[in-house]
């Protein structure tokens, strides 16, 4: 039996985060999930500190740990996705407010006394927000970029184009100056941009399947999807939504199920028109150097079957 892959995840609570965090909770023997650090996003960061604490109540996980993190981007003005999420990020289940405590250590400095604790090469940090936190611990301590085993970023798009412009997916415009850092650090970066997500719609049919399961996580998850779904069947025409962040956690349960190429990827910084855009070199025109692998192939049905076993766990 191979030891569980160490993690820290970093998440703006959203629906599609809870369904990412859902999934590390339902999967122990592969996952040692170390710690959940808080980012302003999707909402600022009160509600993503609360949201995130919610989700591990209705999970029966009220000894986890949850560290608040930046309150805004490195450089620029906070941008967030109420349109999207809710006016609390989470809205769509009925759930009671946290009781459990955020931990009194900042995420940044708990990310980076954690990576120089563990054994080198051994967390893998999970991005399932804007990157501020992550680029924030690179910054303050350049010392623990080699000892990162991996980060796994839900961010970008590039035969997708954006979500939130034409150019740029949400994540990476609310921090592009974070994300820049992240990809120029040396660390291994494996990305789940909008073309893999885009691809993993919660059809009804998948929809029903996690309500079969009854269980009052299962109920709030069906609640959440229902909710957030209605903005994208809007905007795409779809059937459901794209489901984004859990692509991050079931990559590291199943890798196989993913398909990418390692590539270069830089970040526009400057222009009005594409600020945030993730450039990707697919076919490896610039000559610069690889710095990520980019997913861009998901197996949908094998994705929504191990979300559904999982949290049919919980």
Not at 36 to 48: M, Q
Not at 75 to 104: C, I, N, Q, Y
Not at 170 to 191: C, E, R, W
Not at 226 to 251: M, N
Request: proline residues 7%; contains cysteine; negative net charge.
């Amino acid at each position: 039996m191979t030891e569980p892959r160490k993690i820290i995840i970093d998440t703006d609570p959203g629906q599609d985060d809870a369904a990412a965090l859902m999934l590390a909770f339902a999967s122990p023997d592969e996952l040692d999930l170390l710690g959940i650090t808080t980012v302003a996003g999707n909402v600022p960061l009160s509600l993503t500190s609360r949201n995130a604490r919610i989700v591990c109540e209705l999970c029966g996980q009220e000894a986890r740990r949850v560290f608040e993190g930046a309150s805004h981007p490195l450089k620029r003005s906070l941008v967030t996705a109420e349109h999207v999420h809710g006016k609390t990020g989470l809205d769509g289940a009925v759930l009671p407010e946290p009781t459990m405590p955020v931990e009194a250590q900042h995420a940044v400095d708990f990310i980076v006394e954690t990576i120089r604790r563990e054994p080198a090469g051994s967390v893998t940090l999970c991005t399932l927000g804007p990157q501020t936190n992550v680029a924030l611990a690179l910054q303050k301590a350049p010392d623990i970029a080699p000892r990162i085993r991996e980060i796994v970023m839900m961010g970008g798009g590039f035969f997708e184009g954006g979500n939130i412009t034409p150019a740029a997916e949400f994540n990476i415009y609310v921090d592009p100056d974070a994300a820049a850092v992240v990809l120029k650090s040396g660390v291994p970066v494996t990305i789940m941009p909008l073309d893999v997500t885009h691809q993993l719609l919660t059809t009804k049919a998948r929809v029903a399947k996690i309500a079969e399961i009854g269980t009052r996580p299962a109920k709030a998850m069906v609640e959440w999807l229902q909710f957030f779904e209605r903005f994208d069947e809007e905007k795409y025409g779809s059937d459901g939504g794209p489901l984004h962040d859990p692509t991050v956690v079931a990559y590291l349960l199943k890798p196989e199920l993913f398909s990418g190429r390692h590539c270069n990827v830089e970040i526009e910084l400057e222009s009005p028109l594409t600020v945030g855009m993730t450039v990707v070199d697919w076919w490896r025109v610039s000559g610069r150097e690889p710095n990520a692998t980019v997913m861009r192939h998901v197996d949908a049905d094998g994705f929504f079957a191990l979300l559904t076993e999982r949290f049919a766990r919980l």
